[in-house]
């Protein structure tokens, strides 16, 4: 059974950093591109970060650009969304998701929440 | 990356037709054949039903299909039933290779 959890969220100040991390188990990991969206309260899915199977090619969101870092480590199965200079507007549930097919989202995580406060 | 443009919220009777609009752009869902979408119930996980247009993931129902021209894609939901009753959103790759989605739909089963 795909598996994907998250962890690392948390309340934190404006300008603050926080890295998420995302747990993957019951498929072959590096064999899929991997993505990061994000859903802030009362509002719409926003799709925040992918990168290829070897994390050779990223790619942002223009709202988050020069301020998160994609990354995995296809030994440990687990991506990871560094985030620095947060926002109170990044204030959401991030749920990672497995690449089937160009943004063809097949597998999610319930989300983990963070907390842009003051 | 402005996101695409879907109805607020579409509506209808069980058994009845409902189909919803994600408009783009040439630069979105014009450019390729990478159009999906979801069904969200709130506090859940996202489900893909549609993935490159027009192809259903393993286990969805076929009353579910997908289809695009020019800019706009679309989802359509045959044979409303309750368990229908949730958010869509429509998602496309884009020619930066990044993704977007829709503004999100609240479907309701009358």
């Known amino acids: 059974e795909v598996q994907l959890v998250e962890s690392g969220g948390g309340v934190v100040r404006p300008g603050g950093s926080l890295r998420l991390s995302c747990a993957a188990s019951?498929?072959?990991?590096?064999?899929?591109?991997m993505s990061w969206v994000r859903q802030a309260p009362g509002k719409g899915l926003e799709w925040v970060s992918g990168l290829n199977w070897n994390g050779g090619s990223t790619t942002y969101a223009d709202s988050v650009k020069g301020r998160f870092t994609i990354s995995r480590d296809n030994a440990k199965n687990s991506l990871y969304l560094q985030m620095n200079s947060l926002r109170v507007e990044d204030t959401a549930f991030y749920h990672c998701a497995r690449d089937g097919s160009y943004i063809g989202l097949d597998y999610w995580g319930q989300g983990i929440l963070v907390t842009v406060s003051s | 990356q402005s996101a695409l443009t879907q109805p607020a919220s579409v509506s209808g009777s069980p058994g009845q037709s409902i189909t919803i609009s994600c408009t783009g752009t040439s630069s979105d869902v014009g450019a390729y054949n990478y159009v999906s979408w979801y069904q969200h119930h709130p506090g859940k996980a996202p489900k893909l039903v549609i993935y490159d247009v027009t192809n259903r993931p393993s286990g969805v129902s076929n009353r579910f299909s997908g289809s695009k021209s020019g800019n706009t894609a679309s989802l359509t939901i045959s044979g409303l039933q309750a368990e229908d009753e949730a958010d869509y959103y429509c998602?496309?790759?884009?020619?930066?290779?990044?993704?977007?989605f829709g503004t999100g739909t609240q479907v309701t089963v009358l």
């Open positions: 019951g498929f072959t990991f590096h064999n899929h591109g």
């Open positions: 998602s496309s790759y884009t020619t930066s290779n990044t993704g977007v």
